[in-house]
């Protein structure tokens, strides 16, 4: 029966190509049997078609759908007037040159409907197709739309060949397309955005030339709330005195008054009413203004929008990303299905399908304990050799199976060990791999292939379980600091320094932090500074800069503990630190009175000195801890290849933590912001420095000779004993050391102890 349906949609889509060889790709389209969608003629009056086009929330890597048999989930946002208006889904794609054209399909799902069905032909550039959607078949809010891809080589049936199968969906053209447009005043609307021409969506911030730093400041809380609102990895902070063109944001803020306000934003501000208010400008440009008479009003008008309007839709983006990923910060067991895997039968011959793991920011890897696979899946009588399942955690293989058995097997909760030092802090990315090939593969007679006999099942009944967590905070890890904003995502404010007030820098800083703001789940707590920091400050910083290597940054490397000099700051922005890096005369005196009036040790209370003695010995066991990463090796880096570098320190004095991101001028700074900030870029940073290649845009990781770490929060004897095992098993020499002295010692004390004390016979 299917391979019936599969002539039927292949002799449709033969006939629809042979009527309109000289039409539009739009008319390269197979419906589905249960929807009465068409495309749009080639020969439609322009006027007819919808002029809005709601984007999808998902990025270009979010739509690659690699593999013989590959599926993918997209989302677009409508309003209840778009929804009523009905529209068309637009797909635009390319695909790989090995793609067979005669039998690939892209199946698409809307709202868990079948909707239509397209052949995937399109090598040589990209395919536009426009599906018509009934407002039935439309849900006022988030639209789910799935995607599955099932496309096989040209000429190479081996499974190295599968690698080679991809279709590539353009984030940029593809959305849903409606005559309604959103109404001023629905910060709804804001999810409806359209990308640049970089595929990027922008958020420009309007200052001033004059004081830019000081609407900057204000603007940090509402840039970032903006950024979990839309829900989306791929944005470009800019900073400019007037409107960007195209699909973006223009964001005004402030007061019309202020005269430190470029003329277009006392204007736009002078039109809007009090608050946060949005409203649909020209050629997909929305405006967005912020309306305060100073900064404590500005925060109570934001804190009133998120509490009101603005919370279900960082609510639903929170939510698409928590039931993506399973949370290791707690133990326990997860199904594939709450990360949204569904069971389907396999006839290809290399299964793919992955999902991400999320370990906290003071995980710490070691070979204490495993995460298990527990694998519920079935392979088909027949199989060739060499049939096996493969995992891979962050791209490096950890984990195989030999699945090969002549009349097939069945596996039920058969555990899987991940060792937990393939994990990193942060998002961890695991692929589970089945080459399942026949003999007859070899042959590669396409007309023989039989897609109704499957060759392997994993069932959604597999689970991951994770272990509890030894927990010890480490310096440098950028995967922490990349996955969970680590050490930026508490309370505690931490300093944005950028060391010169340009527009390319500004927004290179902005870009960094909405993207921290989207790891943490919430907005930061920045303070914008310019300049450079005073080595003598203890709060955590993240210094932007384009010029070369900070100065105090190779001090910090190469002359930890000296003196060093303090670094010049804008002293409108860092009021808790004077000109020359003095501290104030009520710091001093408080200083001086902490001093003076600190008690002697026997008089501390007896809770204070056990508070003393753990801090104490946690300083001890801090230093035992000496982490190493194993098979990991570092790559030289020719110094002209440098597009930008990400490295963190520790501050002079004190536990606070500097994570430099750095370029040698402002365009590489940006091109680098622009490469790190992707999405597949950001999850892959590792170790202690991490650098962005000119020549390739590729990540290379570098990875410290030793970790130094925090003081520990948990005490508990349990996170003790891991942390205890993870060193011994990082320092395997000394393990074996201890082994063989307590065997030793038992031996000594049976042939030399025991024969001394004599015998005792008990009548």
Same mark, same amino acid.
């Given at each position: 029966?299917?391979?019936?349906?599969?002539?039927?949609?292949?002799?449709?889509?033969?006939?629809?190509?042979?009527?309109?060889?000289?039409?539009?790709?739009?008319?390269?389209?197979?419906?589905?049997?249960?929807?009465a969608a068409s495309v749009q003629s080639a020969g439609q009056a322009v006027s007819d078609f919808p002029r809005q086009m709601v984007a999808f929330r998902q990025t270009a890597a979010a739509m690659r759908l690699e593999g013989e048999d590959a599926a993918r989930e997209l989302s677009f946002y409508l309003s209840a007037e778009q929804v009523a208006t009905s529209g068309l889904l637009r797909l635009s794609y390319t695909n790989a040159v090995s793609v067979m054209p005669d039998d690939a399909v892209l199946d698409i799902e809307l709202n868990g409907k079948p909707?239509?069905?397209?052949?995937?032909?399109?090598?040589?550039?990209?395919?536009?197709?426009?599906?018509?959607?009934?407002?039935?078949?439309?849900?006022?809010?988030?639209?789910?739309?799935?995607?599955?891809?099932?496309?096989?080589?040209?000429?190479?049936?081996?499974?190295?060949?599968?690698?080679?199968?991809?279709?590539?969906?353009?984030?940029?053209?593809?959305?849903?397309?409606?005559?309604?447009?959103?109404?001023?005043?629905?910060?709804?609307?804001?999810?409806?955005?359209?990308?640049?021409?970089?595929?990027?969506?922008?958020?420009?911030?309007i200052a001033g030339n004059d004081a830019p730093q000081t609407t900057l400041r204000d603007s940090l809380p509402l840039v970032q709330t903006l950024a979990l609102v839309l829900g989306r990895e791929d944005l470009d902070i800019t900073v400019g005195d007037v409107g960007g063109s195209g699909p973006g944001i223009d964001?005004?803020?402030?007061?019309?008054?202020?005269?430190?306000?470029?003329?277009?934003?006392?204007?736009?501000?002078?039109?809007?009413?009090?608050?946060?208010?949005?409203?649909?400008?020209?050629?997909?440009?929305?405006?967005?203004?912020?309306?305060?008479?100073?900064?404590?009003?500005?925060?109570?008008?934001?804190?009133?929008?998120?509490?009101?309007?603005?919370?279900?839709? +960082?609510?639903?983006?929170?939510?698409? +990303?928590?039931?993506?990923?399973?949370?290791?910060?707690?133990?326990?067991?997860?199904?594939?299905?709450?990360?949204?895997?569904?069971?389907?039968?396999?006839?290809?011959?290399?299964?793919?399908?992955?999902?991400?793991?999320?370990?906290?920011?003071?995980?710490?890897?070691?070979?204490?304990?495993?995460? &298990?696979?527990?694998?519920?899946?079935?392979?088909?009588?027949?199989?060739?050799?060499?049939?096996?399942?493969?995992?891979?955690?962050?791209?490096?293989?950890?984990?195989?199976?030999?699945?090969y058995d002549p009349e097939g097997t069945t596996l039920e909760n058969k555990p899987l060990e991940l060792p937990l030092r393939a994990f990193h802090p942060g998002v961890n990315h695991v692929r589970v791999l089945a080459e399942v090939p026949l003999a007859s593969d070899l042959v590669c007679d396409p007309a023989a292939r039989d897609e109704a006999r499957s060759r392997f099942l994993l069932l959604e009944e597999t689970t991951v379980t994770i272990p509890p967590l030894a927990r010890a905070g480490r310096l440098p890890d950028l995967a922490a600091f990349a996955g969970t904003s680590f050490p930026f995502k508490g309370p505690t404010a931490f300093d944005l320094y950028v060391d010169t007030a340009t527009p390319a820098r500004l927004g290179s800083a902005l870009t960094l932090l909405t993207r921290l703001a989207m790891s943490a789940g919430h907005p930061l707590p920045a303070e914008l500074k310019i300049g450079r920091p005073d080595p003598r400050k203890t709060t955590n910083a993240l210094i932007v800069g384009a010029g070369g290597e900070p100065l105090e940054l190779a001090a910090l490397a190469g002359q930890k503990g000296d003196r060093l000099q303090p670094s010049s700051t804008d002293d409108l922005i860092t009021a808790s630190v004077k000109a020359g890096g003095q501290l104030s005369d009520s710091q001093a005196l408080l200083d001086a009175f902490q001093v003076?009036?600190?008690?002697?040790?026997?008089?501390?209370?007896?809770?204070?000195?056990?508070? &003393?003695?753990?801090?104490?010995?946690?300083?001890?066991?801090?230093?035992?801890?000496?982490?190493? &990463?194993?098979?990991?090796?570092?790559?030289?880096?020719?110094?002209?290849?440098?597009l930008i570098s990400v490295r963190q320190?520790?501050?002079?004095?004190?536990?606070?933590?500097?994570?430099?991101?750095?370029?040698?001028?402002?365009?590489?700074?940006?091109?680098?912001?622009?490469?790190?900030?992707?999405?597949?870029?950001?999850?892959?940073?590792?170790?202690?420095?991490?650098?962005?290649?000119?020549?390739?845009?590729?990540?290379?990781?570098?990875?410290?000779?030793?970790?130094?770490?925090?003081?520990?929060?948990?005490?508990?004897?349990?996170?003790?004993?891991?942390?205890?095992?993870?060193?011994?098993?990082?320092?395997?020499?000394?393990?074996?050391?201890?082994?063989?002295?307590?065997?030793?010692?038992?031996?000594?004390?049976?042939?030399?102890?025991?024969?001394?004390?004599?015998?005792?016979?008990?009548?």
């Open positions: 029966m299917h391979n019936l349906e599969v002539r039927r949609r292949l002799s449709a889509a033969a006939i629809l190509i042979c009527l309109s060889a000289n039409a539009s790709h739009a008319g390269d389209f197979v419906p589905a049997d249960l929807g909707l239509a069905a397209l052949p995937i032909r399109s090598p040589n550039g990209p395919a536009t197709h426009d599906i018509p959607v009934a407002a039935k078949d439309l849900t006022v809010g988030w639209n789910q739309v799935r995607l599955r891809a099932k496309q096989h080589h040209r000429i190479d049936c081996s499974v190295q060949a599968t690698y080679e199968l991809w279709t590539q969906v353009d984030p940029l053209v593809s959305g849903f397309l409606t005559n309604a447009r959103p109404k001023d005043g629905d910060l709804a609307g804001l999810l409806s955005v359209g990308r640049n021409g970089d595929g990027a969506t922008e958020i420009r911030v964001l005004y803020l402030g007061d019309p008054a202020d005269a430190n306000l470029p003329q277009p934003a006392r204007d736009a501000l002078a039109a809007a009413p009090r608050g946060l208010f949005v409203r649909q400008g020209e050629h997909g440009r929305q405006i967005v203004t912020m309306r305060g008479s100073n900064k404590s009003e500005l925060q109570s008008l934001l804190v009133a929008a998120v509490n009101g309007p603005l919370l279900p839709l +960082i609510r639903a983006n929170k939510f698409a +990303i928590t039931k993506a990923r399973i949370d290791g910060e707690s133990p326990g067991s997860h199904p594939l299905t709450s990360i949204g895997y569904q069971t389907t039968p396999f006839a290809g011959r290399l299964f793919q399908t992955s999902f991400d793991v999320v370990m906290p920011a003071d995980f710490y890897p070691g070979d204490y304990a495993t995460v &298990d696979l527990n694998l519920n899946a079935a392979t088909a009588p027949g199989l060739a050799p060499g049939t096996q399942l493969l995992v891979r955690v962050n791209e490096r293989a950890v984990a195989s199976l030999v699945l003076e009036t600190r008690l002697e040790r026997d008089q501390l209370s007896l809770k204070s000195r056990a508070s &003393d003695w753990v801090a104490t010995a946690s300083t001890t066991v801090n230093r035992w801890l000496a982490y190493k &990463d194993i098979g990991r090796e570092d790559v030289k880096i020719d110094p002209r290849d440098r320190v520790a501050s002079a004095e004190g536990a606070a933590v500097w994570t430099y991101v750095n370029a040698a001028d402002e365009t590489m700074l940006q091109q680098g912001v622009a490469a790190l900030t992707k999405p597949a870029t950001w999850t892959a940073l590792e170790g202690g420095e991490a650098v962005i290649r000119r020549s390739d845009l590729e990540l290379v990781n570098r990875y410290p000779e030793s970790y130094s770490f925090f003081p520990i929060t948990d005490t508990s004897p349990a996170n003790l004993r891991r942390l205890a095992a993870a060193w011994l098993s990082d320092n395997f020499i000394i393990y074996i050391g201890l082994v063989l002295a307590l065997m030793g010692g038992f031996g000594w004390w049976v042939g030399y102890v025991v024969p001394r004390k004599g015998v005792r016979t008990v009548e």
